[in-house]
């Protein structure tokens, strides 16, 4: 009785503040598409941080810990990463052991009494080009460890290394989440996508750090090490345009290390969750890929029974999150969409109310760049997240932000998703301007072929763009769409409305200024029957 009473409470005032600060909620939709055109007093870019930069040179000696990072394991345990050694590029490299350096951590309630401690695991990898003039990379050793027994809702102190050495990082502090449940929730939420390592990077990131997040998600597209040779020097916005000639998409992994520096102050305090993106792919020429993205980075994929790190779930509080993998096979006949079936028909919506997907190439999207990019995928997985009642999506790949109204299969629909592109993080590619809408800027059907996965480009078949590739207006499904980098908050207030905030990178010094704004509003009790399928495109 008194937990119906607050969550009645905690409703009313939700309804409250969404009147007096004038916020809508997706119950007032959907919208009249709107759009606001990129600001030409911006650049629409600019140029990557050097690796001499403060925020990426290294910063500690020999076998010390740098680079540190945190992930959710299971509710009550997470994981501690980071690097030690040196890593080496040239035209020979000797990779380093990594039984040489221990990896542990040490943790506890108080600050500097720490009365736990484990023993985790240590790997490296080479990224390796057999061609003349090409160098070759070899990591320093990376370390996992894996804390456990952790009190949600607790402030935790630790430190990582090698005690026999002894080299011991200093002492960092993190705050567990709550355990699942319809009635606790992340503080905030980050999530971001396309970040790249630009000034504009450092924008977004002063910014998110400055919003306080207690966990983010991150939507593929991490360090962008893939825009350079491996000789380094400068990188490019278009590696096929500034380096034609190259024999294999290079890339300068020391940008992989001036990430993990540049990235620690966030992420060493708040654990970030990650999904491959398409600049992960970083192949070899023995047909290896995606070595950095597997190796350097702990997610929860055995504790949700994937066994990949390219798609699984996690808990954070009463949200289940699902991330899923573009680049890897997600046909209905493949590992990942059996495994997706297995972890949606295992969730309780009275325990995690609230499922959120992720992954980097979205399915809805109005700008001409990626445009229809990722249809297959669309094509086989929509009906099952539609039927589980996702309620909403994070993607990136588009470099620009854009909210869908609740849709599903390209028709407006209150029991779809709403999908929210967020790949405005502030890579050295620029922010996309164009839409597909626009006179002249519909891709050609052989446009936006993906890096991976079939092309299901197709005309609609029915609806106000029917017999056309491109719709020659702002789509209905698109609510509101800005060229323009930042990042977003997700606040969940329970188990029924949730505050989704998009923040402008030109925001930062202005006070209460937002880009986006609106209350999230779930209504399962509108939504319970399956769907009944029928492809319109």
């Known amino acids: 009785m008194e937990g119906r009473l607050l969550k009645s409470l905690t409703m ?3 309804i409250l503040m969404s009147a007096s600060a004038k916020i809508p909620t997706t119950m007032d939709g959907p919208f009249n598409p709107e759009t606001r055109k990129f600001d ?26 740098e680079q540190i990072a945190l992930a959710l394991s299971t509710p009550n345990s997470m994981w501690v990463s980071w690097i030690t050694g040196d890593a080496q590029i040239g035209k020979n490299v000797t990779p380093l052991d990594p039984s040489s350096v221990a990896s542990e951590v040490w943790y506890g309630k108080k600050s500097g009494v720490y009365s736990k401690k484990r023993h985790g695991v240590s ?7 057999p061609f003349k003039g090409l160098l070759n990379y070899t990591s320093g050793i990376i370390h996992h460890v894996k804390i ?9 102190y630790y430190k990582c290394g090698d005690s026999s050495i002894p080299a011991m990082s200093d002492e960092r502090l993190f705050k567990t989440l709550p355990l699942p449940s319809p009635n606790a929730y992340p503080s905030r939420i980050g999530v971001v996508g396309d970040l790249g390592l630009t000034a504009n990077t450092t924008t977004t990131i002063d910014h998110l750090i400055q919003n306080d997040p207690s966990l983010v998600v991150m939507v593929g597209d991490l360090s962008y090490a893939n825009q350079y040779l491996t000789t380094g020097g400068d990188g490019a916005s278009c590696f096929s345009c500034a380096f034609p000639d190259a024999p ?18 966030l992420i060493s305090r708040v654990p ?108 086989e997985m929509e009906e099952l997240l539609y039927e589980y009642h996702v309620d909403i999506v994070f993607s990136g790949h588009v470099h620009a932000y854009e909210r869908m109204n609740r849709v599903y299969n390209y028709s407006l629909d209150p029991c779809g998703p709403v999908y929210i592109t967020i ?24 446009d936006n072929i993906p890096e991976f996965g079939g092309v299901c480009h197709t005309n609609f078949t029915s609806g106000p763009a029917k017999g056309k590739f491109c719709w020659d207006k702002q789509p209905e499904w698109s609510a509101f769409r800005e060229s323009s980098f930042g990042h977003g908050i997700l606040e969940v207030v329970n188990s029924t409305y949730a505050l989704w905030t998009w923040h402008r990178n030109q925001d930062i010094y202005k006070e209460n200024n937002i880009g986006d704004q609106i209350y999230i509003v779930r209504q399962p009790e509108l939504c319970s029957v399956s769907p009944q399928i029928d492809v319109t495109a």
């Open 248 to 265: 294999i998409r290079e890339t300068y992994q020391p940008r992989w290390d001036g990430w993990g520096r540049f990235m620690e102050p």
């Open 423 to 446: 790949g405005d993080g502030g890579n050295i590619e620029k922010v996309d301007v164009e839409y597909a809408d626009e006179p002249g800027k519909c891709p050609s059907p052989s």
């Open 123 to 129: 790997v490296i990898y080479n990224q390796l080009y």
């Open 40 to 65: 030409p007093s911006l650049r629409r870019g600019s140029d990557d941080l050097p690796m001499n930069h403060t925020r990426l040179k290294k910063n500690v000696t020999s076998n010390f810990p």
């Open 148 to 156: 456990d027994g952790l009190v949600p809702g607790t402030t935790y």
């Open 272 to 379: 970030m969750m990650i999904i491959e993106g398409n600049h992960e792919i970083e192949p070899q020429a023995s047909g290896v890929t995606f070595e950095s993205y597997l190796k350097r980075f702990a997610v929860p994929s055995k504790e949700s029974r994937s066994n990949t790190n390219f798609y699984y779930s996690f808990d954070a509080g009463g949200i289940h999150f699902i991330m899923l993998g573009a680049y890897i096979d997600y046909n209905r006949t493949s590992a990942q969409y059996s495994w997706l079936q297995n972890d949606l028909t295992k969730l309780n919506r009275s325990v995690t109310p609230w499922l959120v997907a992720a992954w980097h190439s979205p399915w809805y999207n109005s700008y001409s760049s990626h445009y229809q990019e990722f249809e297959c995928m669309r094509l």
């Open 12 to 14: 009313m005032m939700v």
